[in-house]
Nanobody
Framework: QVQLVESGGGLVQPGGSLRLSCAVS????????MGWYRQAPGKQRELVAT???????KYADSVKGRFTISRDNAKNTVYLQMNSLKPEDTAVYYC???????????????WGQGTLVTVSS
């Protein structure tokens, strides 16, 4: 089954850190864009960061300098290291792959189930 499974969310104090993981079942191809999104209560889902197979990354202005997206090709896993967390970072964080191959079939816009990050003292 093609799927993305997020983990690592939880409760953290302002200024603290968390590392989210996204385990990918499926083949990441050369032009796949992996991304982390988040959705806070009452707000639309927003892009946090993206990474491509070549390693290039992009970040939302709100997280630049604090968050780092990375990947481990051997483990087929994407990470989001979150430092200097702020209350406004509180959201459900979702992993996304814009395209994957699984069992010789293409899948587009594959989403994980989400993991909740709560930043509060």
């Amino acid at each position: 089954q093609v799927q993305l499974v997020e983990s690592g969310g939880g409760l953290v104090q302002p200024g603290g850190s968390l590392r989210l993981s996204c385990a990918v079942s499926g083949t990441i191809v050369s032009n796949t864009v992996m991304g982390w999104y988040r959705q806070a209560p009452g707000k639309q889902r927003e892009l946090v960061a993206t990474i491509v197979r070549g390693g290039s990354t992009k970040y939302a202005d709100s997280v630049k300098g604090r968050f780092t997206i990375s990947r481990d090709n051997a483990k087929n896993t994407v990470y989001l290291q979150m430092n200097s967390l702020k209350p406004e970072d509180t959201a459900v964080y979702y992993c996304n792959a814009d395209r994957l191959i699984f069992d010789s079939k293409w899948y587009f816009e594959v989403w994980g189930q989400g993991t909740l990050v709560t930043v509060s003292s």
